[in-house]
Structure formats: structure tokens, C-alpha cells
């Protein structure tokens, strides 16, 4: 359960905060991006994508701390974000020089695929203003022990993001804590980030190790304990024909005593049967005990893109108010799965349909994942 805030709960402005960038996402529908001539936009970015549903969906009091280039695509992105329901106050707004040359809004192409054919994303972010955020940009006294936040949430996608950005998810995670603040991270690897050309992997791995053991909460894959942190593992993740779930049993032990300080680790199960149709669980770490989520078997999926950000929210929004990871599980699997039925990186669920589904699954299929093999 999250943490008390030193003047009491009564205090919180926010019930989670975000940090990450939002670009501005082109869909071209049932269309291919190299075919299309319309796009419909919205806004999605891993990190913020959670706070967004625990908005939307959950009713929490949300923020996203980022930066926007100070233009007309600037203030579009700012207006879905208040669409959304996600306070703006902390954008930290940058001057537009004419041409994007200095700084610039992210942008995101993105078919969703289907059937035999897979999704695809083409990012253009280069240069973006949030890639180029570090420590000292942000006043986190004031967001964290003056204001009152319940929740932090971080990524791996935002610590790749620019030479200084780690260095920033880390100041805000020990700035929370001081605050007492809970603290959620999602390794989330992304090779597109890690694997251009004068990227410090290293230097990125050194610092997300600390940003982890100022964690409470930790999401990812052995893939990602890899690929983000270094950590070595005696089964391999990568050309592994091992499962997922077999893979993070014999992981997560070993990461959890690297990083003691945190409280659960958590993974979504996936099994691809196509783009159009996975199966769909969790499972997660707490206390030396492996814990299930509910199964949801041929899941049938309009939108994959924000799947892995709707179970983070579901979960945050579970342990806030059950404070029991089973309980979390179900509620981010449940939610997952319905962000993954509507377009946009975003969810348009509500909480009674997450609920509706939660109940609607029989009890004979939770808190089991059928391995192959």
C-alpha cells in the first residue's frame, strides 16, 4: 500500500505522477503508412499512458511530467493530454526556433496489424524536447513535499530516451522517496533506443540500477533484466526456447535479492497465436511466492500498441486500493486486455467494465497459466 504522506493523506495533490514523453501518434486505421493518405492522431507514451488510465478509467487525480516544444503541434499534444483528464502543470514548455532544429515534438506511426500481419512502428523523436531533459530541470520539492503525490511512476523507455534522462528518472525517484512516495518502474526495452548509434548503454544500465532500488514496484522480463540492468541469469533470455514464465521464475528470485527494497516484481504472460488473437496473463513476485493473475485465453485484439501500460495502471489502481497482488494482477490483466479492444495507446475503458470483466471470468481459470512444454 502506498505510503503516507508526511502531513497527512488529506495533503496528496495527486494520486500518481508520470514521467516520460508524449508524442503524438499517426493511426492509419486499417490502412498501411506507406499507403494511407488520412491519419487519425492521438497522444501515447509509455509512461504517461498509465497515468492517463488511472485518469480515464480509474478516476485518480493524475500528472505528467515532460517537456513540449512551445508550437501549434505542442499545444495539440497538450490539449489530448487535458483531454485525457491528465493535470498539464508540469510540461516544461521549450521555445520553438522555426524548424525543429534545437528541439522538437515527438512523433509516432503505427499500424496496429492484423492476423498474419504484425503491428509496426515507425517513431520519429530525434532531438525531441523531452530527450533532452536532465537533473535540475524540474522543481521535484515542490511536487513531491509540498504538493503530495501518492504514486510515482517511471520507465526505460524515457531513461533511453536522451544522454540525460536517466539521470533525471533517477533524481525524481529519490526526490520521491523522500517524500515517501510509492515508486513503480517499468524496464520496458526498447531496442530502437538502446541499439542507435552513440548511445552509453552502460552508463544508461548503471543509473537504471539505482533508479530500480529506489523502487517499490519493478515490471519487466528477464529480457529486460538483461537488456536494462546487466544482470546475467544461468538460462538466457535471448534465443531462449524457454517460455516467458519459466524464464522470470528463475529470474526474478535472483533480481529481487539484488534489490531488496522492493516490495513485488511484476510480468505480463503473452502467447502470440497471431496479431489479431494472444492469450493473455500475469505473474508476479512477492515475499519468495509467485503469484498468478487471471487467464484470458484468444483474446481478440483490435490495438496492441498500450496493452503493457493499461496492466501497469490496472496494477498501480489494484494495490492502491486493495493493497494484495493477486487482486492487482486481475485488475491490470482485466484492463490490459480491454485498452488492447479499442484503438489508441490509451484506454477507453471504464472501471465498471474492467469489474464486469474481472467477474465475468470463471473462477476455474484465474490464478493459472498453462505452459507449453
Known amino acids: 500500500m502506498p505510503s503516507s504522506h508526511p502531513n497527512g493523506e488529506k495533503d496528496f495533490r ?6 516520460g514523453e508524449v508524442m ?7 490502412e498501411r503508412i506507406r499507403e494511407t493518405e488520412s491519419f487519425h492522431v492521438w497522444e501515447g507514451g509509455g509512461e504517461y499512458n498509465v497515468s492517463r488510465s488511472l485518469s480515464r478509467c480509474f478516476g485518480l487525480k493524475t500528472s505528467v511530467v515532460t517537456s513540449l516544444v512551445d508550437n501549434e503541434i505542442g499545444h495539440l499534444l497538450e490539449r489530448l493530454i487535458e483531454k485525457g483528464r491528465v493535470d498539464t502543470s508540469f510540461i516544461r514548455w521549450v521555445p520553438f526556433d522555426g524548424t525543429g532544429l534545437a528541439a522538437r515534438n515527438g512523433l509516432n506511426f503505427t499500424e496496429r496489424g492484423f492476423g498474419l500481419r504484425g503491428a509496426i512502428g515507425v517513431s520519429d523523436r530525434g532531438h525531441s524536447a523531452a530527450s533532452m531533459m536532465g537533473p535540475g530541470d524540474i522543481d521535484w520539492r515542490d511536487i513531491f513535499a ?3 503525490v501518492r504514486w510515482l511512476h517511471v520507465g526505460g523507455i524515457f531513461a533511453a530516451l536522451g544522454p540525460r534522462t536517466a539521470e533525471l528518472t533517477l533524481e525524481a525517484c529519490r526526490a520521491a522517496k523522500r517524500a515517501g512516495t510509492m515508486v513503480s518502474c517499468d524496464l520496458n526495452y526498447r531496442s530502437s533506443l538502446w541499439e542507435r548509434e552513440g548511445f552509453d548503454a552502460d552508463k ?4 537504471l540500477r539505482k533508479v530500480v532500488g529506489q523502487s517499490d514496484y519493478l515490471l519487466g522480463s528477464q529480457f529486460d533484466f538483461e537488456k536494462c540492468l546487466g544482470l546475467k541469469f544461468a538460462e538466457g533470455a535471448e534465443g531462449s526456447s524457454l517460455s516467458d514464465e519459466t524464464l522470470f521464475r528463475s529470474s526474478a528470485p535472483a533480481v529481487a535479492k539484488r534489490f531488496p527494497k522492493l516490495k513485488a516484481l ?26 498468478y493473475s487471471r487467464e484470458f485465453q ?8 498500450g496493452g503493457g501500460d493499461g496492466f501497469a495502471s490496472g496494477l498501480i489502481y489494484g494495490l492502491m486500493k486493495f493493497g494484495q497482488l493477486s487482486t492487482a494482477l486481475d485488475y491490470g490483466i482485466a484492463h490490459g486486455a480491454l485498452s488492447m479492444t479499442t484503438p489508441g495507446d490509451t484506454s477507453i475503458a471504464t472501471l465498471r467494465e474492467v469489474e464486469a470483466l474481472l467477474e465475468g471470468v470463471r473462477a476455474s481459470e484465474s490464478r493459472a497459466w498453462r505452459t507449453a512444454g
Not at 278 to 291: K, M, P, R, S, T
Not at 298 to 305: A, G, N, S, Y
Open 266 to 291: 511484476v510480468m505480463t504472460l503473452r502467447k502470440v497465436r497471431s496479431a489479431s488473437v494472444n492469450d493473455w496473463a500475469a505473474i508476479g513476485l512477492q515475499d519468495g511466492e509467485f503469484v
Open 24 to 30: 503524438l501518434r499517426f493511426d492509419p486505421g486499417c
Open 298 to 305: 484468444h483474446l481478440e485484439i483490435l490495438d496492441r500498441v
Open 146 to 148: 509540498k504538493q503530495g
Open 14 to 19: 495527486f494520486d500518481c505522477v508520470s514521467l
Open 204 to 207: 544508461t544500465r548503471s543509473v
